[in-house]
């Protein structure tokens, strides 16, 4: 598999050059000072997400919920769901049972991951054995990303280089939970590197689920110059386990069973997994050319594969009789792609104003390949209460359907953070992108059945304004602007090609506080977010139209302190009011209490799905001395609707944690104790069908031993 000439010689082009200028100088050693980062505190300082520069989050006009590398420790989070339940507006999804998914303020989030700022699109589970921290980017954010952003944006930023590190741990827990971990590296003057990975085997609390998965993760840095860096990054990771869509409703709630009861084949671990395997390598040169003016070129390229078979209910729940039937398919994913990011940032005055500009361009290329066989039936009159489940044979299938996508960016943008004075800052940016997809249909007899195209571009617009009355406060007031195309994260069809896409607007006020001499700081915001021209189906003509708007209004706080007396907090509260306002959208996918029959049920009016209205969360620990650290926290969420059309309502929920942990100088050990009180709750949804809901996890344990070699 070979590279995109234009990809390789944007690449090579930019070091090459890099490299020439940094051989007119002298090479000497230089030796930095400083206060070591505290990887300890709960307090974040600074995100690189939100303006692709090292700004501080006091400076930044725009929400941004960054959960340092201390409280996923702490909380022991090993996937991106255990983290981003902490977020304040973020609802979570099941994702098919084979990739994370998440709603953002209302929408959903399913292709807005990134890592180090490079999209992150492939649908599969992640890993955290190689993260450091994470970001949540509120709002439309296209500005610096391009299409897609509407609710908000998750970056995951990877451990790099620059520490000596000697760290192993173990992990063990119910349900046969193992899970190893290396974090290795060396710090040098010229060369430094970094190894990190996992290794997890593990069954579940669902019955039938088994987790088998592997990660590993090594970085070089390289010491050019005293003004160049080269940073070199790859990452593997292989996760086979069971496909998992959830459980059935009844009677608007989801069906009253334990929550280990799986609805799928009797022979799950052959007819029922995913496997997934993501390969990426990425190259980041860094030149310094003065101290006001510096240049930054990335490259990334991935290759993904995804091989998920399933067998899940299909069709609506015959609440008469107290049945439903299940289907079994498969889907098969290959994907690969680049994407190069160039990006100059200038130091500059005009007169009594300081500007630090960003001048951006982005080229990159992406091919998505799916092949899907058609549900054929295997199993009627299942019973939703008592299932008896069938066996299946994985290789019966129905027609397949190839398709054949193609993806190109091409962008330019400019930012710009201005400084006024003491009190008064502004961050203004533009960006501008072309966007090409093409689609190529194939049937089961190879005969190509649709050529698809179409391109877009489109302008994505930021301008925020902050006051800072004194060094403790800030208020900010911010709008900006993205676009979501037709087939953004799959293959165009013919029902969508012709559509333009859809554009989302973000209106907010905010302020943002340092408190008791910097150990914590605490924010709060109101937002309305817009989202226009979402694409709904024609109930009189079945086509789809660009009829629709979804309007999310939102209150949200966070506050976060590393305390006196050794506490730690980390809190945060959303309100989310999030309604389809315009929408010709009805939902015949329901569950009719009382007959055989689906419900048609019209969107326009109901809230969006797997939004509650009111979320929550609270995480504080504190050292006890002697080497003793305790902590506990809960979540709180709302009631969420499962389907658009609301007939289904997945009940609100308060869960409890507990951590106990000894540290010596050496070795640690941790102990986590989860849903303290066993509360039966349901953790997700499809979003779309009312039958696919996810029970969360009942009371769990797990110890963890760390040790320094």
Not at 81 to 99: A, E, F, H
């Amino acid at each position: 598999m070979s590279l995109s000439r234009k990809a390789v010689s944007v690449a090579v082009m930019s070091a090459l050059a890099l490299a020439a200028h940094a051989e007119d100088e002298q090479l000497q050693v230089v030796k930095v000072t400083g206060a070591k980062e505290n990887t300890n505190s709960y307090v974040p300082r600074s995100s690189g997400g939100a303006t692709k520069t090292d700004m501080d989050l006091k400076d930044v006009p725009q929400t941004v919920n960054v959960i340092p590398a201390a409280v996923i420790k702490d909380m022991h989070a090993t996937s991106l769901q255990d983290v981003l339940k902490t977020v304040p507006g973020v609802g979570l999804s099941t994702g098919d049972g084979q990739r994370d998914q998440v709603f953002i303020r209302g929408f959903t989030a399913i292709g807005d991951q990134f890592v180090d700022g490079f999209r992150d699109d492939a649908l599969y589970f992640r890993d955290l054995s190689n993260i450091e921290q994470l970001e949540v980017v509120k709002g439309p954010a296209a500005v610096l990303y391009g299409r897609g952003s509407s609710g908000g944006l998750v970056n995951r930023v990877t451990r790099k280089p620059g520490a000596d590190i000697n760290d192993i741990s173990l992990s063990l827990s119910d349900h046969a939970g193992r899970r190893g971990e290396i974090d290795f590296g060396r710090a040098g003057e010229t060369v430094s590197w970094r190894l990190t990975g996992a290794r997890e085997k593990a069954d579940s609390y669902r019955d039938q689920q088994f987790l088998d998965r592997s990660a590993i993760a090594p970085s070089l840095a390289l010491r050019i110059s005293a003004d160049t860096r080269l940073l070199l990054q790859a990452d593997y990771l292989e996760d086979r386990r069971l496909t998992d869509f959830g459980i059935p409703s009844y009677n608007g709630r989801p069906v009253d069973v334990d929550a280990g009861q799986y609805y799928g084949a009797a022979n799950a671990s052959l007819a029922d997994y995913s496997q997934s395997r993501v390969t990426s390598y990425a190259a980041t040169l860094t030149h310094k050319f003065s101290p006001a003016l510096s240049l930054r070129n990335g490259f990334r390229f991935y290759d993904y594969t995804l091989d998920r078979n399933n067998t899940n209910i299909s069709g609506t729940v015959n609440e008469v009789a107290g049945t439903m039937s299940l289907g079994h398919a498969r889907l098969v994913r290959k994907e690969h792609g680049w994407s190069n990011q160039t990006e100059l940032t200038q130091k500059l005055a005009t007169g009594s104003v300081q500007h630090e500009v960003l001048y951006g361009i982005e080229y990159g290329e992406q091919s998505k390949d799916a092949f899907t066989n058609a549900a054929v039936a295997v199993a009627s009159n299942v019973s939703i209460f008592r299932p008896v489940l069938p066996v299946v044979d994985p290789a019966r299938l129905g027609p397949r359907t190839d398709t054949y996508g193609t993806y190109k960016t091409s962008a330019g943008y400019v930012q710009d953070a201005l400084v006024f004075s003491d009190q008064w800052k502004a961050l203004l940016g533009a960006r501008y992108d072309r966007f090409e997809q093409q689609s190529r249909l194939q049937n089961a007899a190879g005969v190509t059945t649709a050529n698809l195209s179409r391109i877009d571009t489109a302008w994505s617009p930021r301008a925020g304004l902050v006051w800072q009355p004194d060094q403790q406060q800030s208020y900010y007031a911010s709008w900006s602007r993205s676009f979501q195309p037709s087939g953004e994260n799959f293959a165009l069809a013919a029902n969508n090609a012709d559509l333009a896409p859809e554009i989302t607007r973000n209106a907010e006020l905010g302020g943002k506080y340092d408190l008791w001499g910097g150990r914590a700081n605490a924010t709060v915001s109101l937002y309305r977010l817009e989202r226009d021209n979402i694409k709904v189906t024609d109930p009189l003509t079945n086509r789809i139209v660009p009829i629709g708007k979804q309007r999310s209004d939102g209150l949200e706080l966070t506050f976060n302190a590393d305390l006196g007396n050794a506490w730690k907090v980390m809190a945060g509260y959303a309100y989310t009011d999030a309604t389809i306002i315009e929408s010709l959208a009805i939902d015949t996918s329901v569950n009719q209490a009382g007959t055989t029959t689906a419900a048609r049920i019209p969107v326009q009016g109901k809230r969006a799905t797997l939004t509650s209205r009111n979320s929550g969360n609270l995480w504080l620990t504190k050292e006890l001395g002697y080497g003793f650290r305790t902590g506990g926290g809960i979540n709180a969420v709302g009631s969420r609707f499962a389907n658009p059309g609301n007939t289904v309502t997945l009940a609100g929920y308060v869960t409890a944690d507990a951590m106990l942990a000894y540290q010596a100088a050496k070795y640690e050990v941790q102990l986590n104790l989860n849903n303290i009180g066993d509360t039966g709750y349901i953790v997700s949804g499809h979003g779309s069908s009312p039958n696919l809901s996810q029970p969360g996890a009942p009371r769990s344990i797990a110890l963890t031993l760390r040790y320094k070699l």
